[in-house]
Structures are given as structure tokens and as C-alpha cells.
T-cell receptor, first 115, second 111 residues
Framework: DGGITQSPKYLFRKEGQNVTLSCEQNLNHDAMYWYRQDPGQGLRLIYY???????QKGDIAEGYSVSREKKESFPLTVTSAQKNPTAFYLC??????????????FGSGTRLTVV | DQQVKQNSPSLSVQEGRISILNCDYTNSMFDYFLWYKKYPAEGPTFLISISSIKDKNEDGRFTVFLNKSAKHLSLHIVPSQPGDSAVYFC??????????FGKGTRLHILP
């Protein structure tokens, strides 16, 4: 059964620490995305990758880093430079020539809290 | 600059009645428009979409209408059910480009 898996569901981080959020998909999708959701802000794009070993900054990339070494995986690192990291993080994927009528497939999200 | 706007943060509708969620956009080059539904602490799920060459698409209780001259689209849910209570995101994109989301509208279905 194909899908996107985000782990962990809940994550707590101390101030000043880096933390990595996992995103794995077995849909054979080419493109992967990271979004952040804050109350009243909707979904804001952090980073995206359309092919392996390539990625681009989204609208709010500062304080984040990503890698795309495998087609199936697109981990997001929240660094200590991110000033307000507490949020709900969503990973998504899509096929490259995607038949856009079906949009992205989203994971179930990771809630990150800085303590 | 917000390219996709959902001006109503929330909407309350009686169960069984019609829910109408609205969305405006500014980029006339968008090729596709989509609606996603999201429950708390879950990822959004795709609901329905429409190509820019059409003005209506229907799927069961859900219908999306597109008015290109007004740069406006709407999602109609008939009849509204308790399980429809969620946040609905309007989204749009150009072919082979990333999807741009609105800020969402929270729909409350009242018993």
C-alpha cells in the first residue's frame, strides 16, 4: 500500500538544537515538498525537490536545510537558526509530469515543539 | 503577494444545507485549481480539482465552479454532513510548477 510516511508524529526540541524530520514515500513520485502550517497562515513552502540530488528554496527556507540523496527520502533539518520552529510540518510528493488534477499526496505531519 | 486568497477564515452551515467556500486568485496563468480538506493534526487530503479550460467539475456531493473572468472559484458541498467539518484549502498551479495554497477556511457543520 503506497503512501508517505512522516516520523515522528510529535517531536520536542531544546532551544539551540538541530533536529531532523523524516519523510519517506513509496509512490515512486519524482517531486517532494516540505510545508509548514501555522495558525492563520495556511501552508507555506519551505523547500522542494523535483529530482534526486536537486532541491530549491521555497518561501520560508531560512533556518532549514534538506537533502535528496534518494528518490524515496527527503529529510528536513530544522537548525538552531530557525527563530520560531514550533509548528506543524507537512511533507508531500507528486509525480513529475503529474497530471495535476490529482495534486500532491501529503503525509500525516510532524508536530515540532521547542521546549 | 498572495496569489491565492480565501477571504473567509471560517464558515458555519446547518447540516443538510449547502456549504459554499470561496477562493480568489490573481495569476491568470494558473492551469489547475484544487481543493484540499484537512482535519486537525493530519495531512491535507485531495478533494477535487478543475482544469482552467473547464468551468465546472462535479464529484458526488462536491462541485467546483471556476469563473476565469472574475478569477474566482468556489466549492459547493451538498448536502453538508458533520464529517465535512474541517479546514478547506484552495490551491492553484501552473503546469509543472509548485502548488500555491490559500490560507484556508474552517467549515463548521452545525447539527
Amino acid at each position: 500500500d503506497g503512501g508517505i510516511t512522516q516520523s515522528p508524529k510529535y517531536l520536542f526540541r531544546k532551544e539551540g538544537q538541530n533536529v531532523t524530520l523524516s519523510c519517506e514515500q513509496n509512490l515512486n513520485h519524482d517531486a517532494m515538498y516540505w510545508y509548514r502550517q501555522d495558525p492563520g497562515q495556511g501552508l507555506r513552502l519551505i523547500y522542494y525537490s523535483q529530482i534526486v540530488n536537486d532541491f530549491q528554496k521555497g518561501d520560508i527556507a531560512e533556518g532549514y536545510s534538506v537533502s535528496r540523496e534518494k528518490k524515496e527520502s527527503f529529510p528536513l533539518t530544522v537548525t538552531s537558526a530557525q527563530k520560531n520552529p514550533t509548528a506543524f510540518y507537512l511533507c508531500a510528493s507528486s509525480i513529475r509530469d503529474r497530471g495535476l488534477l490529482y495534486g500532491y499526496t501529503f503525509g500525516s505531519g510532524t508536530r515540532l515543539t521547542v521546549v | 503577494d498572495q496569489q491565492v486568497k480565501q477571504n473567509s477564515p471560517s464558515l458555519s452551515v446547518q447540516e443538510g444545507r449547502i456549504s459554499i467556500l470561496n477562493c480568489d486568485y490573481t495569476n491568470s496563468m494558473f492551469d489547475y485549481f484544487l481543493w484540499y480538506k484537512k482535519y486537525p493534526a493530519e495531512g491535507p487530503t485531495f478533494l477535487i480539482s478543475i482544469s482552467s479550460i473547464k468551468d465546472k467539475n462535479e464529484d458526488g456531493r462536491f462541485t467546483v465552479f471556476l469563473n476565469k473572468s472574475a478569477k474566482h472559484l468556489s466549492l459547493h458541498i451538498v448536502p453538508s454532513q458533520p464529517g465535512d467539518s474541517a479546514v478547506y484549502f484552495c490551491a492553484a498551479c501552473r503546469r509543472d510548477d509548485k502548488i500555491i495554497f490559500g490560507k484556508g477556511t474552517r467549515l463548521h457543520i452545525l447539527p
